[in-house]
């Protein structure tokens, strides 16, 4: 509760990471944050990303998890996400891209998963730098 009270004070987005909780992550989403920007970082719940997407002023971040061959379902939900809703980050030092998969991840690295989600989603890398930029521009304020 403090960290969505001093998003509220600061009027800084809310970034929060949830890992097997889920449920209780977005019940207290829903109940306190309303009227925040809320960044889902290292998104992991695949399976609830319409529910999250419902909400027009919450980002969803993809780490270099989603580049794993078995990360099928990371790799839908960041298809499923409008550009402008999407975020792409290191969560450095953990969660290096599959090219480098095995040492310690660092924020370099993010243009590893940023050409894997192009790839994805089937744009160039340069139209999804653009976007993302716009995304992050959004989700922070500048």
Same mark, same amino acid.
Request: aromatic share 6%.
């Given at each position: 509760m403090a960290q969505i009270e001093l998003a509220r004070t600061t009027g800084k987005p809310l970034v929060i990471h949830t890992r097997a909780a889920?449920?209780?992550?977005?019940?207290?989403?829903?109940a306190h944050a309303v #009227?925040? %920007? /809320?960044?889902l970082h290292?998104?992991?719940m695949a399976d609830r990303v319409d529910e999250c997407l419902a909400h027009d002023d919450w980002w969803l971040s993809f780490a270099g998890n989603c580049t794993y061959p078995k990360a099928d379902d990371l790799r839908a939900a @960041?298809? %499923?996400v409008p550009a402008q809703r999407l975020l792409v980050e290191t969560d450095a030092p953990?969660?290096?891209p599959q090219? /480098? %998969? #095995?040492t310690p991840n660092q924020p370099a690295? /993010? /243009?590893l998963t @940023?050409? @894997?989600v192009a790839v994805l989603r089937r744009v160039s890398y340069a139209e999804l730098e653009r976007s993302i930029e716009d995304s992050a521009a959004a989700a922070f304020g500048w």
């Open positions: 889920d449920d209780d992550t977005l019940e207290l989403l829903d #009227g925040l %920007r /809320v960044i290292c998104f992991s @960041a298809l %499923r953990y969660l290096s090219p /480098v %998969r #095995g690295h /993010v /243009v @940023a050409q @894997a």
